[in-house]
Nanobody, 122 residues
């Protein structure tokens, strides 16, 4: 199973970025997909997550600015990040809580994608 993250980069304060994370491999089902971030010298924190049913959870610091969506057919999750601030600068990591395909079905397991750097600076 792989989680392929993309979409990071440099953006000016007030700008927008859209990250994406695509899951592939022998996956039976995915419960929750989400994004975490880790700024230098800080602990990794939840940014946003979405369940298979579409329920969402956001960090207080991004509510009203970030929107997470999910394409179950493509097994991809997209956080749309608007009104970015310098304090949003961090390495962003994709996460999925999933069941592996096969007989028997195994899981749930926690998988992480590689980080993608988001830098908000003028």
């Amino acid at each position: 199973v792989q989680l392929q993250a993309s979409g990071g980069g440099l953006v000016q304060p007030g700008g927008s970025l859209r990250l994406s994370c695509a899951a592939s491999g022998s996956i039976f089902s995915i419960n929750t997909m989400g994004w975490y971030r880790q700024a230098p010298g800080k602990q990794r924190e939840l940014v946003a997550a979405i369940t298979s049913g579409g329920s969402t959870n956001y960090a207080d610091s991004v509510k009203g600015r970030f929107t997470i969506s999910r394409d179950n057919a493509k097994i991809t999750v997209y956080p749309q990040m608007n009104s970015l601030r310098p304090e949003d600068t961090a390495v962003y990591f994709c996460n999925a809580d999933l069941f592996l395909g096969g007989i028997p079905i195994r899981g749930p397991y926690d998988y992480w994608g590689q980080g993608t750097l988001v830098t908000v600076s003028s």
